[in-house]
């Protein structure tokens, strides 16, 4: 019989600090309104000095390890995606197994940007699938707002952090039913952070955007994407009951849920209140509906993303 993975918890956590689109007009020349109708964004959660990825990605995961009733002990595979690690190395998976004190079990970090957490979820499945796995630990945690130049209004009012985290657990009923994962490396100018640790290029460490062809591309891909998940499970757009997509912009998110005939209420949305917290987005929106009772057990949920590289994917399940 196949083995499945299934969400048997899940946490979110977001930094205290925030900022609104009002606090924003003080640093830069943007206004509220602008934000508002070109992103959805209200306000965004920013980390003060001192606080790190890792401590965000422990918090979260800490409340999903509680809602899944485990210790941390009991996981044996830790998938951190993040844009944003502590350090260089060694990954923010192992700083992440550190501070929940776990030792042995295989921790790594996966490098997808916005799409990093669909990624991540793909990869612990194929663990769990596989028998290498029984419990995994699946976080995105970024701090997004040390990547943003604070004086290039196209980039600085879009991004905020935070971390999201799920427990996957081997069942023999489903679970994620499949996980539908791309790169295309060729679109890599048009959404980047150019520093490396090739030479001193401390000038290049912001994210820089050309915010309008994200924009098309991210639709139309995201719009292909839904019809691959669709197809490859034999489904209609009907058998969706949850649609959690990557919180980039509003605007993109409606598109999509056209794209599936969805009505907006359900389709979960979390980019007014956290803006885009990159790899983070996903489960802290699914963290949100689920403890808001919103998303039950049985459901059928489609998570999308997509992020720069381009990189993008999907993952169904059934919750
Ligand atoms: N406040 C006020 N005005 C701003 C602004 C800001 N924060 N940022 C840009 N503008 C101005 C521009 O200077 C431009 O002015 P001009 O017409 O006088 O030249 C005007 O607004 C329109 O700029 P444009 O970049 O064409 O806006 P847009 O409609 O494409 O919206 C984004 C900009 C960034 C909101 C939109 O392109 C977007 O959401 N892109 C996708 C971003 C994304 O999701 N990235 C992450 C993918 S994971």
Known sequence: MSLYSRIIGTGGFLPESVLTNRDIEDIIDTSDEWIRGRTGIRKRHVVRDGESCSELAEFASRRA?????LEPAEIDLIVVATTTPDQIFPSTACLLQRRLDIRGCCAFDVQAVCAGFVYALGVADQFIRA???????VVGAET??????WQDRATAVLFGDGAGAVVLEADRNPGIISSHLHADGSYVDLLQVPGGIGGDRNEDHYLEMKGNEVFKMSVTTLCRIVDETLKANGMQ???IDWLVPHQ???RIIRATARKLDLP???????VDEHANTSAASIPLAFDVAVRDGRIRRGETVLMEGFGAGFTWGSVLLEY
């Open 248 to 250: 980039a912009n509003i």
């Open 144 to 149: 997004m707002s040390r990547l943003l130049d």
């Open 131 to 137: 028998g290498s796995a029984r419990r995994a630990l």
């Open 237 to 239: 757009k009907s058998d």
């Open 65 to 69: 390890l509680e809602a899944a009733g």
């Open 264 to 270: 907006m209420d359900r389709v979960v949305v979390t």
